[in-house]
């Protein structure tokens, strides 16, 4: 039988394939991709696929046809069923899958569902999406045959290794998670039970409908419940997931927020006394306070592009033990895989809080305290959008500016910093500033405006924008 198929053309993302379910993406999407991914990786000379889904109400659809179109291009589809992303990436990793593919929406509102794969040990990302999106258009797929399917449990053997790398000894902490409903949740439940001391979970039950919060803890709005629990029962520390716990949130016993840059800071100064001088990555939208601390640390700072694939490749590149972004993946390969796992994070989080003479709050409040803006992200067209990055890169070189062109513009002054970057997956632009004090934040603001303004984009609303932190 003839395949072909194409794709709304707003689901392929730089990152996986993503979409609204009944509108851009559809169950008939989900067997494309296997159709098409499973040829990949056939002719690549590979036979196995590992496939999960997470909470969502449609993933169970999505999944089963996903899983039809991998065994009609001859895979052997191991089906780990439904749990968080890196449970996926647990079971790919340790069994070593020819690839993996997760059904998930990630942290996206609860129509949105979508596809991040994987393919050996390396994220399948960019230029693999949009070849997988054209060759299932020409209907260029290995000739039809039957693969099979079994269904294999991975989940305890995932928590056995993650209780491994507890290292915080008998010392009994209070902490509240945060699972958001999210697919984290039967996993996390057993993890618990592997750590010593006292444990509340907010929000259990994998539901789909989000009921409680939306579940992506880089937005504060999304950690109240979190921080009222943990205030309210004198916890030492809080831990929240995103929909699929690739991402993590923290805060304090102060219920101060923990952003992604922070939490990177506690992370290295542990993982650098064993590592001493390793690389440690983050991305061009963390504080100028992380490089610095990495630093006084004894580490290599290395600032890199946004976006978790990219970070992956730079670590195994570089040979880094760790890396983070600010929306809150944190990748370890310092006794861990290189992928992004809150439910790693946390544990090592939690390990390093036990065995600290310091409280969390006391860790965040000994940083170095700056003033910054939200990130802040304004409608761009497609095609202006790097257009204008161009632009600007070009009038602050030509004006002997401090550029940096990792991944858009970041402009270093005696005030700080500011970024202006194009979103990989949205049509919009995103901006950051940094001072050590608001007289600075201002001016970094003001030269940001000017920068817009002579490439005729209306500037970014600034009200609210100064957080210290």
Not at 416 to 424: E, I, T
Request: overall charge negative.
């Amino acid at each position: 039988m003839a395949f072909s198929h194409s794709f709304h053309p707003t689901s392929l993302r730089e990152y996986d394939i993503r979409g609204v379910v009944g509108k851009t993406l559809k169950p008939e999407d989900g067997f494309a991709i296997g159709r098409t991914f499973g040829s990949m990786i056939a002719r690549s000379g590979g036979s196995i696929v590992a496939v999960g889904y997470d909470g969502r109400t449609h993933s169970p659809e999505l999944e089963t046809a996903l899983v039809k179109g991998l065994k009609a291009s001859g895979m052997n589809v191991l089906r780990v069923g439904r749990g968080p992303t890196p449970l996926l990436y647990f079971a790919a990793f340790t069994r070593g899958t020819d690839g993996a593919v997760m059904v998930t929406g990630s942290h996206n509102p609860p129509e949105y569902n979508g596809f991040k794969m994987m393919i050996g040990k390396k994220p399948f990302f960019g230029k693999d999406i949009l070849e997988l999106g054209r060759l299932s258009a020409a209907g260029d797929v290995v000739e039809e045959t039957k693969g099979h399917d079994e269904i294999v449990d991975f989940r305890d053997d995932y928590v056995a290794r993650l209780a491994r790398d507890w290292d915080g000894g008998d010392q009994k902490l209070k902490i509240v998670w945060d699972n958001g409903n999210g697919a984290a949740g039967d996993v996390l439940q057993k993890l618990i039970t592997h750590i010593p001391g006292h444990h509340t979970v907010l929000f259990p039950e994998i539901d789909g409908h989000f009921p409680n919060h939306h579940p992506d803890p880089t937005v504060p709005k999304n950690l109240e419940a979190l921080i009222a629990a943990v205030t309210g029962t004198g916890a030492d520390l809080g831990i929240a997931f995103d929909g699929d716990a690739d991402r993590i949130g923290a805060v304090d016993g102060n219920g101060n927020i923990l952003f992604g840059d922070q939490l990177l800071v506690i992370l290295a100064r542990d993982v650098l006394k064993t590592h001493p001088g390793a690389i440690i990555i983050s991305d061009v939208k963390a504080s100028q306070v992380l490089f610095d601390e990495i630093g006084k640390a004894g580490g290599s700072p290395l600032m890199w592009k946004t976006g978790h694939s990219l970070i992956k490749a730079k670590m195994a590149e570089t040979g880094s033990p760790l890396a983070a972004e600010m929306s809150g993946h944190v990748f370890f390969a310092d006794k861990w895989y290189g992928f992004d796992d809150a439910l790693y994070a946390a544990v090592r989080l939690a390990g390093i809080v036990a065995r600290s003479p310091l409280s969390l709050a006391e860790m965040h409040d000994a940083l170095p305290t700056v003033v910054n803006t939200p990130e802040l992200r304004f409608e761009c067209d497609d095609e202006r959008k790097f257009a204008v990055i161009t632009e600007v890169a070009g009038r602050l070189k030509t004006a002997g500016a401090a550029v940096s062109e990792t991944d858009g513009v970041r402009v270093k002054t005696d005030d700080g910093w500011w970024l202006l970057r194009a979103s990989n997956t949205q049509s919009v632009l995103v901006a950051r500033a940094e001072a050590k004090d608001t007289a600075g934040l201002e001016r970094l603001k003001a030269d940001l405006v000017t920068q817009l303004e002579a490439s005729g984009i209306e500037a970014p609303d600034f009200t609210a924008a100064a957080s210290g932190h």
